[in-house]
């Protein structure tokens, strides 16, 4: 069993900055392709990034690249998403997930076998 844990999200304003973090046990943590979802209120989950086992290939989304990045660090058994500029439209809770199954950044919710518990990130003036 993987557990992930997530750090707290928070409020922040527009153009604000907020890295997340997501952290695991380092011993099954650099086997998995990881990815963030987030979900808005009264939306379905929506793929944000993800990055596969090596590190060396990752994916953002259309709403997200440029402003946000995930990246890993399988030494310390964490990955992080930077996300820059932020916009009201990025308010939701943010989950980070986890699979053994899959080598490439895969975008499906599906396609994950292991979920952090989620953090609210709010973008609010």
């Not at 844990?5 to 943590?29: H, I, N, R, W, Y």
């Not at 979802?37 to 953002?60: D, L």
């Not at 259309?62 to 992080?80: E, I, P």
């Not at 989950?95 to 080598?103: L, P, Q």
Request: proline share 5%; charged share 15%.
């Amino acid at each position: 069993q993987v557990q992930l844990v997530e750090s707290k999200g928070g409020l922040v304003q527009p153009g604000d900055s907020l890295t997340l973090s997501c952290s695991a046990s380092a011993a099954t943590f650099g086997g998995a392709t990881l990815a963030w979802f987030r979900q808005g209120p009264g939306k379905e989950r929506e793929f944000v990034a993800a990055i596969i086992a090596s590190g060396t290939a990752s994916h953002h989304s259309d709403s997200v690249r440029g402003r946000f990045l995930m990246t890993r660090d399988n030494a310390n058994g964490v990955t992080h998403l930077q996300m820059n500029n932020l916009r009201p439209e990025d308010t939701g809770v943010y989950y980070c997930a986890a699979s053994f199954r899959v080598g490439y950044p895969a975008p499906a919710p599906h396609q994950y076998e292991y979920w952090g518990q989620g953090t609210q990130v709010t973008v609010s003036s």
